[in-house]
Structures are given as structure tokens and as C-alpha cells.
């Protein structure tokens, strides 16, 4: 699929606006979303997303079409699981509830960046050197064996962290979403700048593996750009409304390496179908059976569909729901920030959140109700609750 210069201008253009519409009127004033504005804007960039899916499909036929929608689809879903490394990195620097929007935006903006730049150097690579796809392949398959290993975070998440400590230094209290405030009086840095650094040298390592996912999907560069940029549009909105469910997709891990090794395994197929290595096959193209977009597309929306409905029946994912739910609502009602009306009904969600983890049956409720910190905020927000 060709496509002339000024559709390419016309949808820079406007995924540009997308994001200035985005801090104007919802970041530039602090404040954290509801539920329902969630919902409505998340919906509205999921639309704009398929929107234009169908405009690529229309004007640029079914393949065309088919290979734009399994790469959305595939990057939106690399795209969630990269909301719980930010879920950790936000609360590991303690980040204001109303401050996030910020944070996430400028993370947005910094990841799209990236990985319009890996994206460019991938097709300049495809372009001279066809073994990459074999390259490309293995990242993927290695990628989907790490995600499959048993770990707490994501692997890297502390040396992000770390680095971006050694790189930046800041005050101890934040200034609202201020990037710099005045102590003793003299200007220093929040540590609102250090997380959005954290975060943006974190995204720099799941390009490593979201832009060759979706080479494997299509090799149209424009293609490859739009579902990258529109999966991650949007994403803001999607934290805020998936928040309390993040806990709860306690198999996204395992669909996602089945995801990756999938797209892996298609790759080393099309490598091997393009090869011209000498030590294969004697430089000459193996025939190998070669895997479908619209194969693609059914094998990816299906893993999500099992491993979406295997986590919500899932005991295991209603423990850590609640186990979240608990430490939020216990946070929350002794925040000195919140008026005490907000306090007050956050500690009743508190009271009222773990009476039902104590249905869970009794291997579930013990790790929820028998974790030490959970007890100690539980106590805590008694004691506030009780003082009052």
C-alpha cells in the first residue's frame, strides 16, 4: 500500500492535535479522572482508533486493513501490560492520585517518540537486510520465555528506576505536578520530573520488543507508525478506567508470550521463506508454510479472549483485586490531601471491600487478609478512622 505524502502530513498532523487536545483540556489542570470520564474518552479513542482501521481498510484494501487492525490490536494489548510497570514506577515515587495525568501523557508523548525512532531504523534494517527477520524473531520468542518466568516486576523496572535517580537529583516533596518548586529559597526539581524520566527510559525497553512484534505483523512502514501511535492514544484514559482491574488479569502475562511467540515463530517462517543466509539451505529460500494476516488476527484476538475471560473467573485474580482495592481505599482514608467527607467514604469502601475479600475461600482470603502491610494500612486507617 502506497500512501502519498500529505496523508502521511494529514495523520501526523492530527495525532499531534489528539495529544495538545489531551493536555489543554484534561492534563494541564490537575485533577484525577472518574470513572465515568474514563470511560467516555477511552471509548472515543478506541473509536477514533477503529475509524481509521476502517479508512486503511476502504481505501487501502482487506490486507491492508487486516494487518493495520491485528498490529492495534496486538500493541494495545503490550500496551496494558506496560500499565503495571507505571502502576509500580507511580508508586514506588508515592505520585499524587490528581498528579498522574501528567506523568502518564508525558510518558505517552516520550514513547512515541521512541518508538517512531525504532521504527525507522527497523525498516531501514528490513530494507537492507533481510536475515533481520530472523533477528527479529528470536527477540520475540526470547521475550515471550522471560514474560513466562516467575517475577515480581518487569524485568528492569529497578535499574529504570535507579538510573534515573543517578541522573536527575530533586526534592523529597512534590509541587503539585510542578516540575520545579523553591525550597530554601532556591529552584530544584519535583521528583514529578524523575518519574516521568523513569517511565521514559522504561519505554525504551518495551520498544525493544512492541516494534518487532508488529514488523511481524505487516512490513508498511505507515501502517506499523498508526497502530503503534493510535494503541498508544488513549492510554491515559485506559489506566484510570482499568485501574482496579489491573490485579485482576493475572494471565495477561502467559497470552502475551503465547502472543509473541506466535508472532516469533511467523517471523523465523517469513525469514525463512525470504532467506538468503549461505549456511541455510545454501543461501536459497526454504519452503516453509507461511502464516496469514487473517490467521494472524484470529490467533490474537483469541489468545486475548481466553486469557481475558480465564483472569475474571479466576479466584487468583479476585484475591489481587481485592488485595488492591484494600490497599487503595486504605491509603485514600488517611491521605491529608482529601477533604475529610473523601476520607470518610473511602474508609467506608475500606470496611465494605474487606468484608467480601473475607468470602474468598480460605487460601485466597489468607493472602489477602494475612499480608503484613495489608494489615498494618488496614490499622492504620482504623486508628485515623477512630481519632476523628
Do not use: C
Amino acid at each position: 500500500m502506497d500512501v502519498p505524502g500529505y496523508v502521511w502530513t494529514l495523520t501526523i498532523v492530527g495525532i499531534i492535535g489528539l495529544l495538545a487536545f489531551d493536555f489543554i483540556f484534561h492534563v494541564r489542570k490537575a485533577h484525577e479522572p472518574t470513572l465515568k470520564e474514563a470511560a467516555i474518552w477511552s471509548s472515543i479513542y478506541v473509536g477514533i482508533a477503529i475509524l481509521f482501521g476502517i479508512g486503511v481498510l476502504v481505501f487501502g484494501g482487506a490486507t491492508a486493513g487486516s494487518e493495520y487492525f491485528a498490529g492495534y490490536i496486538t500493541e494495545k494489548a503490550l500496551s496494558v501490560d506496560n500499565l503495571f510497570v507505571f502502576l509500580i514506577i507511580m508508586s514506588s515515587f508515592a505520585v499524587p492520585r490528581a498528579d498522574q495525568q501528567k506523568v502518564l501523557l508525558f510518558g505517552i508523548v516520550f514513547a512515541l517518540i521512541a518508538r517512531t525512532g525504532f521504527i525507522l531504523i527497523g525498516a531501514a534494517a528490513i530494507s537492507a537486510f533481510s536475515w533481520v527477520f530472523y533477528l527479529f524473531g528470536a527477540i520475540l520468542i526470547v521475550t515471550a520465555i522471560n514474560l513466562l518466568r516467575p517475577h515480581d516486576e518487569h524485568a528492569g523496572d529497578s535499574l529504570m528506576v535507579r538510573l534515573a535517580k543517578r541522573m536527575i537529583k530533586t526534592s523529597d516533596h512534590y509541587d503539585g505536578d510542578k516540575f520545579f518548586t523553591v525550597e530554601n529559597g532556591k529552584k530544584v526539581l519535583t521528583p514529578m520530573l524523575l518519574v516521568i524520566v523513569a517511565i521514559g527510559l522504561t519505554d525504551i525497553l518495551f520498544a525493544l520488543d512492541s516494534v518487532p512484534a508488529i514488523y511481524g505483523l505487516t512490513e508498511n512502514v505507515f501502517i506499523v507508525f498508526t497502530a503503534t501511535a493510535f494503541s498508544l492514544l488513549g492510554l491515559r484514559q485506559l489506566y484510570f478506567l482499568i485501574d482496579g482491574l489491573l490485579d485482576r488479569l493475572v494471565y495477561l502475562s502467559i497470552g502475551l508470550a503465547a502472543i509473541l511467540a506466535f508472532i516469533g515463530v511467523k517471523l523465523v517462517l517469513h525469514a525463512l521463506h525470504e532467506n538468503t543466509l549461505p549456511f541455510i539451505n545454501g543461501g536459497e529460500h526454504v519452503p516453509v508454510f507461511e502464516i496469514s494476516t487473517g490467521l494472524s488476527l484470529t490467533v490474537i484476538v483469541g489468545i486475548l479472549v481466553v486469557t481475558v475471560v480465564a483472569s475474571l473467573l479466576s479466584p487468583k485474580g479476585r484475591a489481587q483485586n481485592f488485595a488492591a482495592a484494600i490497599r487503595r481505599h486504605a491509603t485514600d482514608a488517611v491521605d491529608d490531601t482529601k477533604p475529610t467527607p473523601e476520607r470518610a467514604a473511602a474508609f467506608d469502601r475500606l470496611r465494605e471491600t474487606h468484608s467480601k475479600a473475607s468470602a474468598l475461600p480460605p487460601k485466597h482470603r489468607e493472602a489477602v487478609l494475612g499480608d503484613e502491610s495489608l494489615k498494618s494500612a488496614v490499622e492504620r486507617a482504623h486508628e485515623e478512622h477512630s481519632s476523628r
